[in-house]
DNA sequence: AATTGCTAAGTTTTT
DNA sequence: CTTAGCAATT
C-alpha cells in the first residue's frame, strides 16, 4: 500500500478519492503536483490498471515532471516477453488529441499524415484570405480575426452573442476560406486538433467507446485553463463513470484572453452534481507575509471559490516596494539588489527571479546584468522555433512529410531563390483555389503548368521533382535508418547553407544560425521517436512533437548554471523562487491598459496573484515615475493593485536610498561577505 | 528579382 | 526605439 503518511489531512483525501467527481481546489504552492502524482500511485497500488489512467495537463513541461514523479513513486513494472508493461497515459490535451487523430482522422476525410500549423502558419493564411476578399481597403489584423475566430470556433451559440457583430461577421466569412484552405492542405491548427476529435467522437461513437473504455479513471490539471471545447471532450470522455477529477485555481486563470473559460471551474457542480470538493489550502512554499498579502489582494475579486493560504514557514521579511525614477534606474536597483544578495547573504543567481508584465521589459534588466557581469537566463520571449532558418528548415521537412501543406510549401518555394517568382506563386496559388486543391496538387496539374513560360515552367518542374525524388528517397529507406543524414542531405541539395551565408552579412550570425540548424537536425532522431516505424511516419512524429512542444530543445536548463531568471508573469505560474523582484508595478502596465477596455481587471489582479505566490523567502516590488515608452520617456503612475496590500506587511522606500545596516549585524555580514567574494572569485561585486 | 527606404505600429501566449 | 510590411527603385 502506498504511504501517504506524509500528506495532509486534504492532500490525503484528495488523493484517496478514486470514484466520481472530485474537484481540488488547488492553492499556489499547496503541493498539487504531490497530490496529483500520489493519486496516480495510490490508485495503481489499489490495483487499477496502469492503462485506465490518463492524466491531462497543458504543459509538455508539467506532463514531463509528473510523468518522472510518479516512475518514482511507482517503480517500473517489470515488463512481461511480448507484452510490454503499460504506464498510466501522461500528456498533454493536444498532443492525447494528436495520438487520437493519428489513429481515426481518415474517418473525417483527412489523410495520416495531417501537418499540424502554427500560429504563424494560421497567420500566414488569414492574411492571404484578407488580402483576397477586401483588395487591401481596411486594415484588419489578422492575429485579432485569428483571435475571433478562435472564439467563434470554440464557444458555445450562446456566447457567440457576446462578440460584437460586425467583428462577427468578418469573422464568420474568413473563416469559410480559412477552413477550406486548411483542408486542402491536409493541415489542421491547434483548435481542429480538439475540434476534430470531438467531432469523431460525435460521429464515430465507436472511436469514443474505444478511448471511454481505455480511460477509465481521467485527471485534468490546470483545470481553471480550459475551453469551452476541452471541457466538452473531458465530459465525453468522462462519460458514464464520472471517473474524473479536476485539479485548479480559480485565482490563478490568466488565460481568458485565450479562451480559458474559469466558469468550468466555478460551475463544476452544475454537471458533476456529486462532486466532491477538496481545499488545498496549506502552502508549502512561502512565508506568511507574502500569503497575507496575496490573499488580501485576490480578497478584491468578485466571484470566487476562496480560500486562504498559510504556511508553517513563520512571517518572514516584509515586502519590500521600491519607488524609482525611470525603467533604468530600477533596472539598476534590481541588479544591485541581486548582487548584494549574492555577496552578503550568499544568495545564489539561480535563486532569483526577476518577473514581468511584458517581454520587452526585460530589455533594461538584460541589459543591466549584462554590464553588471551576472548570467541570466530568459524563459519563453522569442522562441527558438521563431528563428527565420528554423522556420525555413521546418517547413521542408513538413512540405516533405505532407506535400498538400501549402503553408510550409509557399514559404519554401523560392527560398532558396529558384526561379517561381510571387508572380508565379500567386497564379498557383488562385489556381489552387479555383480548383479546390491544394498548391501541390495545383503545380502538378498540366493545365496549370501551361500557363507559365517556358522558363517558369521548368523550373517548377524542377522544384517537384527534387520534391519527389527527395520524399521518394526517405519513403525507400530501410527501417532503422536515420533522418538526419537524409535531412542535412537536403538543405544541402538546395543550398541552403550557402543560401544563409549569403543572405546574412555578419558571417558570425550566419555561422551561428547553421549552428542552431545543425543542432536541430541533430534532434530528429531523439531517443523517444519510435525508431521501428517508418521513416515517413517517424518524420511525422517529430513533427508532431515540434509543433506541440516549443519549449524542447531550448530546455536544458534545469542543469543550466547558475542563473537570474527573467519571466513574464504568465508563464512563471506553476514555478517558485526563493527571492523574487516584480517590477514595472505601475497602471497600465499591471493591470495593463487593454484590460480596461476589455473589462477583464479581475484576471489581471490575479496575474499579479500569480507573480505574488511565486516568492518562497522574500519579495520585493518596485515601480517607476516614468517609463521609455517607444523612446519617449513618459510619466507613469503607481498600480493601483499596490493599495489592495496590506501596508503593515511592507516597507516602502525609494531606490536612492541606502537601508542602513543595523550596529550589531554589520561585522558579520561584512566577514561573510569577505569570505564569500574571496571563494567565489567568478561573481562580479557589487557595483557602485 | 533583389535591395533599399519609408511608414506605421507596438499586451500577456502553455498548445 | 525597435521591427515588420510594403512600395519604389536599381
Known amino acids: 500500500m502506498l504511504d501517504v503518511s506524509g500528506l495532509n489531512p486534504q492532500q490525503r483525501e484528495a488523493v484517496t478519492t478514486v470514484q466520481g467527481p472530485v474537484l481540488i481546489l488547488a492553492g499556489a504552492g499547496t503541493g498539487k503536483t504531490r497530490v496529483i502524482t500520489h493519486r496516480m500511485a495510490w490508485m495503481l497500488s489499489k490495483g487499477v490498471s496502469p492503462g485506465h489512467i490518463l492524466a491531462v495537463t497543458f504543459t509538455n513541461k508539467a506532463a514531463r515532471e509528473m510523468q518522472e514523479r510518479v516512475n518514482k513513486l511507482v517503480p517500473r513494472r517489470r515488463s512481461t516477453p511480448g507484452e510490454p508493461a503499460e504506464r498510466p497515459t501522461l ?118 467507446e474505444d478511448c471511454r473504455s481505455r480511460h477509465r479513471y481521467i485527471m485534468v490539471d490546470e483545470y481553471q485553463d480550459t475551453n469551452g471545447s476541452q471541457f466538452e471532450l473531458v465530459r465525453l470522455l468522462a462519460g458514464a463513470t464520472h471517473n474524473l477529477c479536476v485539479v485548479g485555481d480559480d485565482d490563478q486563470s490568466i488565460y481568458g484572453w485565450r479562451g480559458a473559460k474559469i466558469a468550468n471551474l466555478l460551475d463544476f457542480e452544475k454537471y458533476f452534481p456529486e462532486v466532491k470538493v477538496v481545499r488545498l489550502e496549506q502552502n508549502y512554499r512561502s512565508t506568511n507575509n507574502i500569503l497575507r498579502a496575496a490573499n488580501h489582494v485576490i480578497s478584491n475579486n468578485p466571484r470566487r471559490r476562496g480560500k486562504q493560504l498559510w504556511s508553517e514557514h513563520g512571517d518572514g521579511e516584509k515586502i519590500r516596494l521600491i519607488a524609482c525614477e525611470h525603467d533604468d534606474a530600477e533596472a539598476q536597483f534590481v541588479v544591485d539588489e541581486i548582487q548584494v544578495a549574492k555577496t552578503i547573504r550568499g544568495i545564489r543567481w539561480g535563486d532569483q527571479a526577476v518577473l514581468f508584465r511584458t517581454n520587452q521589459q526585460s530589455r533594461p534588466i538584460e541589459a543591466a546584468l549584462r554590464k553588471a557581469g551576472v548570467r541570466y537566463r530568459i524563459i519563453g520571449g522569442q522562441s527558438f522555433f521563431d528563428r527565420l532558418e528554423i522556420r525555413d528548415f521546418l517547413a521542408y521537412l513538413k512540405v516533405l512529410h505532407n506535400p498538400h501543406d501549402d503553408a510550409s510549401l509557399l514559404r519554401i518555394a523560392n527560398v532558396p531563390a529558384r526561379g517561381l517568382s510571387d508572380a508565379t506563386l500567386e497564379r498557383i496559388l488562385t489556381a489552387s483555389h479555383e480548383r479546390k486543391s491544394s498548391v501541390f496538387a495545383a503545380m502538378r496539374h498540366t493545365d496549370v503548368q501551361e500557363q507559365f513560360q517556358e522558363r517558369a515552367r521548368l523550373c517548377l518542374k524542377d522544384f517537384l521533382r527534387f520534391l519527389e525524388d527527395t520524399r521518394h528517397r526517405l519513403e525507400t529507406s530501410p527501417i532503422g535508418q536515420l533522418l538526419a543524414p537524409w535531412a542535412e542531405s537536403v538543405m544541402t541539395t538546395v543550398g541552403y547553407w550557402d543560401h544563409l551565408r549569403g543572405t546574412e552579412k555578419n558571417p558570425e550570425i550566419a555561422d551561428n544560425r547553421i549552428r542552431n540548424l545543425k543542432e536541430l537536425i541533430a534532434a530528429l532522431d531523439a531517443p523517444e521517436v519510435n525508431r521501428s516505424l517508418p521513416a515517413l511516419e517517424r518524420l511525422g512524429e517529430s513533427l508532431s512533437d515540434m509543433a506541440l512542444d516549443t519549449s524542447r530543445g531550448a530546455d536544458d536548463e534545469d542543469k543550466a548554471g547558475d542563473e537570474v531568471t527573467l519571466i513574464t508573469a504568465h508563464s512563471c505560474k506553476g514555478l517558485e523562487f526563493p527571492h523574487v523582484y516584480i517590477v514595472g508595478l505601475e497602471e497600465g502596465l499591471l493591470p495593463h491598459t487593454r484590460s480596461k477596455d476589455e473589462g477583464t481587471l479581475d484576471e489581471e489582479r490575479r496575474l499579479f496573484y500569480v507573480a505574488l505566490t511565486r516568492a518562497m523567502r522574500t519579495l520585493t516590488l518596485s515601480y517607476c515615475a516614468a517609463r521609455k515608452k517607444y523612446g519617449q520617456l513618459t510619466p507613469s503612475h503607481p498600480s493601483s493593485f499596490l493599495r489592495e496590500l496590506p501596508m503593515e506587511l511592507v516597507d516602502h522606500e525609494t531606490s536612492a536610498a541606502r537601508k542602513p545596516v543595523a550596529a550589531g549585524q554589520g561585522k558579520s555580514l561584512f566577514a561573510g561577505m569577505r569570505d564569500r567574494v574571496a571563494q567565489a572569485n567568478g561573481g562580479a561585486p557589487a557595483s557602485t
Open 91 to 208: 500528456c498533454t490535451f493536444h498532443s492525447l488529441c494528436v495520438r487520437i487523430l493519428r489513429r481515426h482522422i481518415d474517418k473525417l476525410g483527412y489523410k495520416p499524415n495531417f501537418t499540424i500549423y502554427d500560429e504563424a502558419e494560421q497567420v500566414g493564411v488569414v492574411r492571404r484570405i484578407l488580402a483576397k476578399i477586401s483588395q487591401g481597403t481596411d486594415k484588419v489584423k489578422p492575429r485579432e480575426v485569428l483571435a475571433v475566430l478562435s472564439r467563434i470556433r470554440n464557444a458555445s451559440p450562446e456566447e457567440r452573442l457576446v462578440i460584437d457583430p460586425t467583428t462577427l461577421a468578418l469573422a464568420r466569412h474568413v473563416q469559410r476560406g480559412y477552413e477550406s484552405s486548411l483542408r486542402a492542405a491536409n493541415a489542421v491548427d491547434f483548435d481542429d486538433l480538439i475540434l476534430l476529435t470531438l467531432r469523431l467522437f460525435k460521429e464515430h461513437p465507436d472511436a469514443l
